[in-house]
């Protein structure tokens, strides 16, 4: 069973910036499995927020484009989320995710593994 651990949420202003990372137990990125991040936010459903598989292709949504960007470090299991220019509406809890994220087509869906969140929150 992969474990995978969290850091780096909290509560910021609009307009700042966050990182969160998240280590995985084991060894995890390889052509079609990655690792990326999901977040949830009161009475909505959960949603992708970006991924990355460990040749490098990314997913991200469309609310989050131009504004985060995702990373991996396949030497230490380990991906990163960079957040700037954050909104109101991106305050959620944030998931990690991890496993097999890309299938033919260029269909991105979840890993098997989840982190436990992290909680972001961006207000005045």
């Known amino acids: 069973q992969v474990q995978l651990v969290e850091s780096g949420g909290g509560l910021v202003q609009p307009g700042g910036s966050l990182r969160l990372s998240c280590a995985a137990s084991e060894s995890i990125f390889s052509i079609n499995s990655g690792m990326g991040w999901y977040r949830q936010a009161p009475g909505k459903e959960r949603e992708l927020v970006a991924a990355?598989?460990?040749?490098?292709?990314?997913n991200y949504a469309d609310s989050v484009k131009g504004r985060f960007t995702i990373s991996g470090d396949n030497a230490k299991n380990t991906v990163y989320l960079e957040m700037n220019n954050l909104k109101p509406e991106d305050t959620a809890v944030y998931y990690c995710n991890a496993g097999r994220l890309y299938y033919p087509g260029g269909v991105f869906r979840p890993g098997d593994y989840w982190g436990q969140g992290t909680q972001v929150t961006v207000s005045s």
């Open positions: 990355i598989t460990g040749v490098g292709i990314r």
